[in-house]
């Protein structure tokens, strides 16, 4: 099954495809966590996104588009995966599509988060993320504290900070979301595949189960 995760930055959709991916036994593919793989290794790639990503901009769709096609090629996707942040504008659905159709598979199910600004801000700027590649715990500093400040519950390493998530950047990142997000999710309503979600408590401890509970049934009916 082919799932792609809509959502504004700070909506969950990361937390949320991580425990996907295990549940459904799929690969998670983030394409932020790509890109800040790369700005780590210091590529030229990373370097590239990293002059759009500090300002919460979009990287240009060609970019974006040759990684994910190169990711979806390799054997582990071949059964479906979760895409998380991608697609992120109209071309990058469009040539999801294309891809997927070459391999003679589709689009089966668009989870759109719904959460309100304020409690998006507010998760965003208290984020703190597992510095282990293998590992990326995510972790809300203020709702959902790591036991011991600034180390993973799970696995004891260090807790980083994301660089863009700021309150600059968090603007221009939510009316980027914005701008592109209407016509996403048009594209996958009229193609019967969008499935609006939205957690009764957003700020409760289980929300992100809550949310991925319903995910799961609703990859289920579409089984
Ligand atoms: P968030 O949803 O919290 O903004 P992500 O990790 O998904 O976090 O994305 C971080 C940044 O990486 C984005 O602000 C953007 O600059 C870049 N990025 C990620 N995915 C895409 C994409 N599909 N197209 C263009 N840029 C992207
Ligand atoms: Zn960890």
């Known amino acids: 099954m082919y799932i792609i995760m809509l959502g504004a930055p700070g909506s969950g959709k990361g937390t949320t495809a991580k425990v996907l991916a295990k549940e459904a036994n799929l690969p998670h593919i983030s394409t932020g966590d790509m890109f800040r793989e790369q700005i780590k290794k210091d590529t030229k790639l990373g370097k590239l996104a990293n002059t759009y990503i500090s300002k919460g901009q979009l990287v240009p769709d060609e970019v974006t588009i040759d990684i994910v096609k190169d990711r979806l090629s390799w054997e582990d996707s071949k059964n479906g995966v979760i895409l998380d942040g991608f697609p992120r ?105 969008l499935f609006k979600i939205e957690p009764e408590d957003p700020t409760a401890d289980n929300a992100s189960e809550q949310v991925v509970e319903k995910i799961l049934e609703i990859m289920k009916k579409r089984k």
Not at 91 to 110: F, H, R, T, W, Y
Not at 116 to 132: E, F, G, H, Q
Not at 148 to 159: R, T
């Open 89 to 193: 504008t109209l071309e990058q659905a469009k040539a999801l599509d294309e891809i997927l159709m070459e391999q003679g598979k589709k689009v089966n199910v668009v989870p759109e988060l719904i959460v309100p600004d304020d409690v998006i801000i507010d998760r965003i700027l208290n984020r703190a993320t597992c510095s282990n590649k293998e590992c990326g715990a995510i972790y809300n500093t203020k709702f959902r504290p790591p036991k011991v400040e600034g180390i993973c519950d799970i696995c004891g390493s260090a807790l980083v900070i994301r660089t863009d998530d700021n309150e600059q950047t968090i603007k221009s990142r939510l009316e980027v979301y914005r701008k592109n997000a209407k016509d996403l999710i048009d594209y996958y309503q009229e193609k019967g595949v």
